[in-house]
């Protein structure tokens, strides 16, 4: 059974930075594309960043150049890298892997930023 497992959620003011981490288990990490979501509490679930399995990135326009989606395939691990964050910043971010019809889910980190 594939495990998506991730950590580096928590409380951070506005302005700071967090490094979310997602360990995949019981898949071949490098032929999958993955990506990060987030849902704020009443609010749909939203893309947050994308990195395909050749390392193409795409951003929401709400993180694009605060946020960076990176991938360590010896690892088995994708990574995102949060500055500058906004109250608005504020979800339980859980990331995915896909490829074709295969669609995996994390179980999520809360990322709470107040002051």
């Known amino acids: 059974q594939v495990q998506l497992v991730e950590s580096g959620g928590g409380l951070v003011q506005p302005g700071g930075s967090l490094r979310l981490s997602c360990a995949a288990s019981?898949?071949?990490?490098?032929?999958?594309?993955m990506g990060w979501h987030r849902q704020a509490p009443g609010k749909q679930r939203e893309l947050v960043a994308t990195?395909?399995?050749?390392?193409?990135?795409n951003y929401a326009n709400s993180v694009k150049g605060r946020f960076t989606i990176s991938r360590d395939n010896a690892k088995n691990t994708v990574y995102l890298q949060m500055n500058s964050l906004k109250p608005e910043d504020t979800a339980v971010y859980s990331c995915?892997?896909?490829?074709?019809?295969?669609?995996?889910w994390g179980q999520g980190t809360q990322v709470t930023v107040s002051s």
């Open positions: 995915r892997a896909f490829r074709a019809n295969d669609n995996y």
């Open positions: 019981r898949i071949i990490f490098s032929i999958y594309g």
């Open positions: 990195i395909t399995s050749g390392g193409t990135t």
